[in-house]
T-cell receptor, first 115, second 113 residues
Framework: GDSVTQMEGPVTLSEEAFLTINCTYT??????LFWYVQYPGEGLQLLLK?????DKGSNKGFEATYRKETTSFHLEKGSVQVSDSAVYFC??????????????FGQGTILTVHP | SQTIHQWPATLVQPVGSPLSLECTVE??????LYWYRQAAGRGLQLLFY??????ISSEVPQNLSASRPQDRQFILSSKKLLLSDSGFYLC????????????FGQGTRLTVV
């Protein structure tokens, strides 16, 4: 079945460091790919998405590129801030790629950024 | 904007006790609604989804059930909790049109003791 494998955390960085959180997915169908973020005490929020191969999603300085050849969707940011401390979830839409509600998630990566 | 209210944020329940988690939706009508669970060290797993009142689809066999008595209300229940029901439960919604993104509640951390 569909699955998403996400880099295990927790990840601890100093402010202004470079961030990469790896994510790979099973290649069934033509999924859309997402990164969600959960800040402390809040619900999941969509951070960025990509709907087809070679698309790059970007938001708030974060980027991720849909790589079909490596079935990856790694999250990157060039200079993290303390306010980026959160849990990050990689996700793919399920078979059919049309329902953005039925998602398969990775296990989440806790990011802590120190000043 | 679309919002999901989910409560409580944390819950500690004894084994064998009943469970009722509720989420309500604002800002949209006739949403698809979803219950996800995250067990320790694992990703969020889809448990149930509903495309309308009284319509429930179960994705995985388990000790839980779901109901949708009203368009914007989605309830997760159990008659007798097991230790393995502990986890983080997340309610999510999705609008009628496929080009809209899912929106999520804040989640409930359930610990069965």
């Amino acid at each position: 079945g569909d699955s998403v494998t996400q880099m295990e955390g927790p990840v601890t960085l100093s402010e202004e460091a470079f961030l990469t959180i790896n994510c790979t997915y099973t290649a069934t169908g033509y999924p859309s790919l997402f990164w969600y973020v959960q800040y402390p005490g809040e619900g999941l929020q969509l951070l960025l998405k990509a709907t087809k191969a070679d698309d790059k999603g970007s938001n708030k300085g974060f980027e991720a590129t849909y790589r079909k050849e490596t079935t990856s969707f790694h999250l990157e940011k060039g200079s993290v801030q303390v306010s980026d401390s959160a849990v990050y979830f990689c996700a793919r839409s399920n078979a059919g790629g049309t329902s953005y509600g039925k998602l398969t998630f990775g296990q989440g990566t806790i990011l802590t950024v120190h000043p | 904007s679309q919002t999901i209210h989910q409560w409580p944020a944390t819950l500690v329940q004894p084994v064998g006790s009943p469970l009722s988690l509720e989420c309500t939706v604002e800002g949209t009508s006739n949403p698809n609604l979803y219950w996800y669970r995250q067990a320790a060290g694992r990703g969020l797993q889809l448990l149930f989804y509903s495309v309308g009142i009284g319509q429930i689809s179960s994705e995985v066999p388990q000790n839980l059930s779901a109901s949708r008595p009203q368009d914007r209300q989605f309830i997760l229940s159990s008659k007798k909790l097991l230790l393995s029901d502990s986890g983080f439960y997340l309610c999510a919604g999705h609008g009628q049109f496929m080009n809209t993104e899912a929106f999520f509640g804040q989640g409930t951390r359930l610990t069965v003791v």
